[in-house]
């Protein structure tokens, strides 16, 4: 029979054996200080309620804690502006929509961002379709484009290679569980993903198309 004092080390045994084991399949953490996602719009909006459903599927594999940060105003460039002059370690990234990136710089006569030079692509996360109206108020006056629109993660200029390939490892894997697919169709969105390097040439792509559509329908936003 064995003794109490057998007993109790075993028990403790078994129980370091389990929590070690626990330990070993959970995925590394990249960051360890709380991460920020900034959003340039406010709470409850779509943009918002899909970077709320982001963020709960990075808490445990990018970082322990994943906050959102909503910081509307000046048509989202708000957030584009404070994300650019962020610091370049991973606990502050954007999450936003194409079009601050892609139309605004043909629409706006100065901006204070340049959305290839200013930031580090790191991975859209879905998209959807959607219709712009082109031209004057009157809607005869006018057309209509349809075109998909994404919403994305970017980070400031300059963050390491390796917490930007962790950090869309990540939304790769985030992107595929049925929970989030399920909570993006919700919205009227599906996943879309695309590696680093591809988001970038997408952005590229994006403002290069934008330019003469902008200037053919002759709008300028005013600041």
């Given at each position: 029979m064995r003794t109490r004092r057998e007993l109790l080390a075993a028990s403790a045994?078994?129980?370091?054996?389990?929590?070690?084991?626990?330990?070993?399949r959970v995925p590394a953490q990249t960051i360890s200080k709380p991460v920020r996602i900034?959003?340039?719009?406010?709470?409850?909006?779509?943009?918002?309620?899909?970077?709320?459903?982001?963020?709960?599927?990075?808490?445990?594999?990018?970082?322990?804690?994943?906050?959102?940060?909503?910081?509307?105003?000046?048509?989202?460039?708000?957030?584009?502006?404070?994300?650019?002059?962020?610091e370049p370690d991973g606990s502050v990234i954007l999450f936003t929509p194409d079009f601050p990136l892609t139309i605004y710089p043909h629409s706006f006569k100065s901006l204070s961002y340049d959305p290839v030079r200013d930031f580090t692509a790191i991975a859209p996360?879905?998209?959807?379709?959607?219709?712009?109206?082109?031209?004057?108020?009157v809607p005869e006056a006018g057309y209509n484009i349809v075109r998909d629109s994404w919403l994305g993660v970017l980070g400031p200029a300059k963050m390491p290679a390796e917490i930007v390939n962790a950090l869309s490892a990540a939304i790769a894997e985030a992107v595929k569980v049925p929970q989030m697919?399920?909570?993006?169709?919700?919205?009227?969105?599906?996943?879309?993903?695309?590696?680093?390097?591809?988001?970038?040439?997408?952005?590229k792509a994006d403002i290069a198309w934008w330019g003469p559509v902008v200037k053919a329908s002759g709008f300028?936003?005013?600041d």
């Open positions: 045994a078994g129980f370091i054996s389990t929590v070690t084991g626990t330990v070993q900034i959003v340039g719009f406010p709470a409850g909006g779509g943009t918002d309620i899909i970077a709320r459903i982001l963020a709960e599927r990075l808490r445990g594999s990018y970082a322990a804690t994943v906050l959102i940060e909503n910081k509307p105003g000046a048509s989202a460039r708000l957030a584009v502006e404070y994300v650019k002059n962020a996360v879905s998209k959807s379709m959607l219709t712009y109206n082109i031209g004057p108020a697919i399920d909570s993006l169709a919700k919205v009227g969105n599906e996943p879309k993903f695309e590696s680093p390097a591809d988001l970038a040439a997408t952005l300028v936003a005013e």
